[in-house]
C-alpha cells in the first residue's frame, strides 16, 4: 500500500509569516489528493482537492500544489484563526490514507 | 446541503460486535462512493473503509480486514459498518463520508471497546 507522510509533525510560525507543508506519497498518486483543516474540537474541513483546487469559501491565502509524489499546502500569511491540525488524503485507489498530520500553532 | 448521521456506537467488551449506521439526505446517495473514517481519541485521521456506488467494490484498511464489512442500502440512502471481533484499537469516533473528497458533515458516533 502507498503510505503518505507528512512534514513537518509539528510547527510554530508568526502571524503573517508563510506557511508551508508537505506530503510525500511512496508511490506516485497522480493529482488526487486532497487537504484538510481540523480546528480542535471541531470537524475536519476540506480545503483543498485534486491537489490544487481551492474547496469554494476556503479563504485565498491557503493554496495546494504538486503531483505524483511530492505535494505542498501553503498558507501565503497565517492568521491566528489557522490553528489547526492539517491532514492529506490520497484517493487514487484504495486504501484512501490519511498523512499523520501536521500541527500549526502560533509562536 | 449534504446531511450525514452516524448512530449505533457505544460500550462494547473486546471481541465483541457492533453495527453502526449512516443516514444520509441532500445528495444522490446512489451516486457517490461512500467512506468510514475514525479518529481515536487525541490521535489522527484513519480512513477504515469505503464502497462502491452500487455495492460492486469494497474496500478496507488492513487492520480490519476481516473483521469490519461496509454494506449500503441505495433505497433508504444508508450506509452500514458491521464490526466484529473488536479490539481496544478500535476505540474511535467513526465518520461516515460522501464521495471522493468534501466536509465531514455528520458528528460521528464513538465506538469503545473496553472490558
Known amino acids: 500500500d502507498i503510505q503518505m507522510t507528512q512534514s513537518p509533525s509539528s510547527l510554530s510560525a508568526s502571524v503573517g509569516d508563510r506557511v508551508t507543508m508537505t506530503c510525500r506519497a511512496s508511490?506516485?498518486?497522480?493529482?488526487?489528493l486532497a487537504w484538510y483543516q481540523q480546528k480542535p474540537g471541531t470537524l475536519p474541513k476540506l480545503l483543498v482537492y485534486?491537489?490544487?483546487s481551492l474547496e469554494s469559501g476556503v479563504p485565498s491565502r491557503f493554496s495546494g500544489s504538486g503531483s505524483g509524489t511530492d505535494f505542498t499546502l501553503t498558507i501565503s500569511s497565517l492568521q491566528p484563526e489557522d490553528i489547526a491540525t492539517y491532514y492529506c488524503?490520497?484517493?487514487?485507489?484504495?486504501?484512501?490514507?490519511f498523512g499523520q498530520g501536521t500541527k500549526v500553532e502560533i509562536k | 446541503e449534504v446531511y450525514l448521521v452516524e448512530s449505533g456506537g457505544g460500550l462494547v467488551q473486546p471481541g465483541g460486535s457492533l453495527r453502526v449506521s449512516c443516514a444520509a439526505s441532500?445528495?444522490?446517495?446512489?451516486?457517490?462512493?461512500m467512506n468510514w473514517v475514525r479518529q481515536a481519541p487525541g490521535r489522527g485521521l484513519e480512513w477504515v473503509a469505503n464502497?462502491?456506488?452500487?455495492?460492486?467494490?469494497?474496500y478496507y484498511v488492513d487492520s480490519v480486514k476481516g473483521r469490519f464489512t461496509i454494506s449500503r442500502d441505495n433505497a433508504k440512502n444508508s450506509l452500514f459498518l458491521q464490526m466484529n471481533s473488536l479490539r481496544a484499537e478500535d476505540t474511535a469516533v467513526y465518520y461516515c463520508?460522501?464521495?471522493?473528497?468534501?466536509?465531514?458533515r455528520g458528528q460521528g458516533t464513538l465506538v469503545t471497546v473496553s472490558s
Open positions: 488524503q490520497k484517493y487514487d485507489s484504495a486504501p484512501w490514507t
Open positions: 508511490q506516485g498518486i497522480s493529482y488526487y
Open positions: 485534486d491537489a490544487s
Open positions: 441532500g445528495f444522490r446517495f446512489s451516486d457517490l462512493w
Open positions: 464502497i462502491k456506488k452500487d455495492g460492486s467494490e469494497r
Open positions: 463520508t460522501a464521495g471522493h473528497y468534501g466536509d465531514f
